[in-house]
């Protein structure tokens, strides 16, 4: 069964950077949209970015000119940057997957465990 396993974590001060990444674990056609999802303690969970499988991209707006979401379609990676970090950007990172798996038929969405991005102010 596929899974997604996210990295790049930690903490950092605001005004610094970060990157996230996230990769597919078992057997993979291919990725047809990649996002990241974030959730603070007490919030419900938004989405940060995304990117289709034809490379375009939509942002939060909270986060335009400060993330940036990539993709490496060979190795089925997905990255974010996270430039000019503010407080209330830490939340618990979470990226997900439309994939199609060996084996289906159809795409399904597969989340991550996600990782915890801390920002001190």
């Known amino acids: 069964q596929v899974q997604l396993v996210e990295s790049g974590g930690g903490l950092v001060q605001a005004g610094g950077s970060l990157d996230l990444s996230c990769a597919t674990s078992?057997?993979?056609?291919?990725?047809?949209?990649w996002g990241w999802y974030r959730q603070a303690p007490g919030q419900q969970r938004e989405l940060v970015a995304q990117?289709?499988?034809?490379?375009?991209?939509n942002y939060q707006d909270s986060v335009k000119g400060r993330f940036a979401i990539s993709r490496d379609n060979v190795l089925n990676i997905v990255y974010l940057r996270m430039n000019s970090l503010k407080p209330e950007d830490a939340a618990v990172y979470y990226c997900?997957?439309?994939?199609?798996?060996?084996?289906?038929?159809?795409?399904?969405?597969?989340w991550g465990q996600g990782t915890q991005v801390t920002v001190s102010s």
């Open positions: 078992g057997s993979v056609v291919r990725v047809n949209t």
């Open positions: 990117i289709t499988r034809e490379e375009v991209k």
């Open positions: 997900t997957a439309d994939l199609l798996e060996v084996g289906r038929d159809s795409y399904r969405t597969y």
